[in-house]
């Protein structure tokens, strides 16, 4: 069975500063990895996904994750926070061939600070 | 595209009480999920629906939760009776064919007193 970890359940950064937010897995087939976010009182809004295409994922809002498979690592980062990222990130972990089923982490409370 | 529409929004009721959402899926997504979200934590999968047939409910409390997923396409998740620990926000999902790319509704906040 799949499992996430998400590595920091708080970061801490300054607006303008890159981000970085860690995420390893555990998947005994190939795995299908996505990033969400989810901010205060909304709905989870999909970051960006990958399916086993190319290896550094972009997303929206400046966002990008790479997959790095010797690692079982997605980690994901953003060159220079803004204030409208402080939010709740969620990594997503799904093997399409086995149930479909998606894994939730723990979740990553980002704060940006002024 | 219209998205994942859940209602009702918030819901609050007391320990013993029955309650129902309904989530309508993007059109044309076959696959429906519910999730349970706790305060603090991340969403833990209840229930999922291939079309009108259950793929995966080992975590739903089949003693107190039922979902139904009628001709395919919209759904409805019952508690009965409500317990305090029951106290989080449901998530609806759905999911298209290919890669299966997951799409969240706003979520129903249930607080039980």
């Known amino acids: 069975a799949q499992s996430v970890t998400q590595l920091d359940s708080h970061v801490s950064v300054s607006e303008g500063t890159p981000v970085l937010l860690r995420c390893n897995y555990s998947?005994?087939?190939?795995?299908?990895l996505f990033w969400y976010v989810q901010h205060p009182n909304k709905g989870l809004q999909l970051l960006l996904k990958?399916?086993?295409?190319?290896?550094l994922v972009k997303g929206i809002n400046g966002f990008e994750a790479e997959f790095k498979k010797s690692e079982t690592s997605f980690h994901l980062t953003k060159p220079s926070a803004h204030m409208s990222d402080a939010a709740e990130y969620f990594c997503?972990?799904?093997?399409?061939?086995?149930?479909?089923?998606?894994?939730f982490g723990p979740g990553t409370r980002l704060s940006v600070l002024p | 595209e219209a998205g994942v529409a859940q209602s009702p929004r918030y819901k609050i009721i007391e320990k013993r009480q029955s309650v129902a959402f309904w989530c309508n899926p993007i059109?044309?997504?076959?696959?429906l999920y519910w999730y349970q979200q706790i305060l603090g934590q991340g969403p833990k999968l209840l229930i999922q629906?291939?079309?009108?047939?259950?793929?995966?409910d080992s975590q739903l409390p089949k003693d107190r939760f039922s979902a139904e997923r009628l001709k395919g396409v919209d759904s409805t998740l019952k508690i009965q009776p409500a317990k305090l620990e029951d106290s989080a926000v449901y998530l609806c999902?759905?999911?298209?064919?290919?890669?299966?790319?997951?799409?969240f509704g706003p979520g129903t906040r249930l607080l039980v007193l």
């Open positions: 998947s005994s087939y190939s795995p299908s």
């Open positions: 629906f291939q079309n009108n047939g259950v793929v995966d």
């Open positions: 999902a759905s999911s298209d064919q290919g890669v299966k790319t997951q799409y």
């Open positions: 990958y399916t086993s295409a190319a290896t």
């Open positions: 997503v972990v799904s093997e399409p061939n086995y149930g479909q089923n998606f894994v």
């Open positions: 059109s044309g997504h076959a696959t």
